[in-house]
C-alpha cells in the first residue's frame, strides 16, 4: 500500500485525537477525584462498588429509623415530665381540699384547677411524634385515649411501637398508654375523675363513713337498674360485710340483710314508716364504712341519727360516698400515679439510651462502608498526574515530529 502525504497526516492526526481525548477524560477524572465509572473500565471494581454502596444504602436507612426513634424517645421524655407536674399538681389539689376549713368558693377553685390539669393531661397523653404517630397509643393507629361519658377510655394496644435498626434487632420507641396511665379504674385518668367528683357536689358534701348513737336512720337511693353496693356495718358486738340490693322493687331486702347479722353486730334493724328506709337500734354507736360499687357520680346511702324512743330525728342526714373518694384515698393514689410517671420516664430513658447506642453503631459501621468505597472509588491522584504529564509530553514530542516531517519535499531528499 502506498503510504502518502494525506494518509500519513489522518493518521497522525487520529493519534493526536486519541492522546489529547485520554488527557482530557484524565483531567476530569483529577478534578472530580474518582475513578472512571464506566464498568467497561474495571469490571472488577464495579462489582465491588456496587455491593459497597448497597450496604451504604441499607445503613443510611438504619441511621434514619434510628434518628427518628431516638427524636420519639426524646419526645416522649418530655410528654412524660409535662405529665408528671399534671399529676404532682392534681396530688397538691387533693392535699388542699382535705382541709376541712375551705369555704365552696375554694372548694370551686381547686375543681376548676383540677379540670384543667386533666385537660392537659389528656393532650399530652394524645400527643404525636413529628411524623405524626401517636406517643402512647402503642402500634395502633389514631389517638391512644377517648374521653367518654365513663371517663378516659385507653383506645390503643400493649405492643409498643417499634423499629428495626440492624440485623435481627427490633428495638422499641415507645411505651403503650396502658403502661403508663393505667387503665380503668387503677388509672391516673380515673384518679383525676374521681379527685374531681370529690371536689363537685354531691359528693363534696357526702362523707366516707357514717355514725351515729344508738338510733339511726338509713335511706337507699334506689333504681330499676339492678345494681348493689358493699358496706361494712358496725355495732356494739362486731363489725359484718353487707350487700344491700338498690333495686326499687327490693324494699325489704336491706331490712332482711340488716336484721340477718344482727348476731353479729348487735344493730337491730326495723322497716321506716316510709316502707323504703330502714331504722337500726343498738346500744351504742352504729357505723357505715368502706363502700364499695354502686353509682360513682352521686351518693346512694344516706344516714342520719335518731331518738330511739320517739323515732325523730336528732341530726342532719348525711350522704355517704365511695370509699375510694376519701380524700385520703385519692391523695395516695396520687402519689401512686407519680411513682407510676417516674417508672414511664425510667423506661423511656432505657430504651433511649439504646437506641443511642444502635444509633451509634450504625454511623461507625457507615464510617467503614464509606472508607471502603473511597479505597475503591477515589483516584489515585498522584498516578494520574504522572500519567497526564506523560501524555502531555507524548503528544508534544509527537506534534513535534510531525511538524518535521511533513516539512519535508523530494527537493529535500534529492538534496
Do not use: C
Not at 299 to 307: E, R, S, Y
Request: charged letters at 25%; a negative charge.
Amino acid at each position: 500500500m502506498t503510504i502518502g502525504d494525506a494518509l500519513f497526516a489522518r493518521l497522525a492526526l487520529r493519534g493526536f485525537n486519541q492522546i489529547t481525548a485520554e488527557a482530557t477524560t484524565l483531567q476530569a477524572r483529577i478534578s472530580s477525584g474518582v475513578n472512571d465509572p464506566r464498568p467497561s473500565a474495571d469490571p472488577a471494581r464495579a462489582v465491588e462498588l456496587s455491593a459497597l454502596r448497597e450496604v451504604r444504602a441499607r445503613l443510611e436507612t438504619r441511621a434514619d429509623l434510628a434518628r427518628d426513634a431516638s427524636d420519639r424517645l426524646a419526645l416522649t421524655d418530655q410528654t412524660l415530665s409535662v405529665l408528671t407536674e399534671n399529676v404532682r399538681g392534681l396530688k397538691q389539689i387533693a392535699l388542699r381540699a382535705a382541709n376541712d376549713a375551705l369555704t365552696p368558693e375554694a372548694h370551686a377553685a381547686l375543681r376548676i384547677e383540677a379540670i384543667t390539669l386533666r385537660a392537659s393531661m389528656l393532650a399530652a397523653a394524645n400527643s404525636s411524634d413529628i411524623a405524626g404517630r401517636p406517643l402512647f397509643s402503642g402500634s395502633a393507629p389514631g389517638p391512644a385515649f377517648v374521653d367518654t361519658l365513663d371517663g378516659v377510655r385507653y383506645r390503643g394496644d400493649a405492643a409498643p411501637s417499634q423499629a428495626a435498626l440492624g440485623d435481627r434487632l427490633i428495638l422499641p420507641t415507645g411505651l403503650p398508654g396502658g403502661q403508663v396511665f393505667g387503665e380503668d379504674a387503677s388509672g391516673v385518668f380515673a384518679m383525676a375523675d374521681d379527685l374531681i367528683r370529690v371536689l363537685s357536689e354531691p359528693m363534696l358534701s357526702a362523707r366516707p363513713d357514717l355514725r351515729a348513737e344508738n338510733g339511726a336512720w338509713l335511706t337507699l337511693d334506689r333504681g330499676r337498674d339492678e345494681q348493689a353496693v358493699e358496706v361494712t356495718l358496725t355495732g356494739p358486738l362486731g363489725s359484718a360485710r353487707l350487700r344491700l340490693d338498690l333495686r326499687h322493687d327490693a324494699p325489704g331486702d336491706a331490712l332482711r340483710t340488716i336484721s340477718d347479722a344482727e348476731h353479729l353486730t348487735g344493730i337491730r334493724a326495723e322497716m321506716a314508716p316510709d316502707g323504703r328506709s330502714v331504722m337500726m337500734f343498738a346500744q351504742g354507736e352504729i357505723a357505715l364504712t368502706d363502700q364499695q360499687g354502686g353509682p360513682q357520680r352521686v351518693p346512694v346511702l344516706a344516714m342520719g341519727q335518731i331518738d330511739p324512743d320517739t323515732r325523730a330525728p336528732m341530726r342532719p342526714i348525711l350522704s355517704m360516698r365511695p370509699a375510694h373518694l376519701s380524700i385520703n384515698e385519692v391523695v395516695a393514689r396520687a402519689d401512686e400515679a407519680v411513682a407510676r410517671m417516674a417508672d414511664a420516664r425510667a423506661a423511656a430513658g432505657s430504651l433511649g439510651a439504646a437506641v443511642d447506642r444502635q444509633k451509634d453503631s450504625v454511623a461507625q459501621q457507615k464510617l467503614v462502608v464509606e472508607q471502603s468505597v473511597s479505597a475503591v472509588q477515589d483516584l489515585d491522584v498522584a498516578a494520574a498526574i504522572t500519567r497526564l504529564q506523560s501524555l502531555l509530553l507524548s503528544e508534544q514530542a509527537a506534534q513535534q515530529s510531525f511538524v518535521k516531517i511533513t516539512g519535508q519535499s523530494l527537493f529535500n531528499y534529492l538534496r
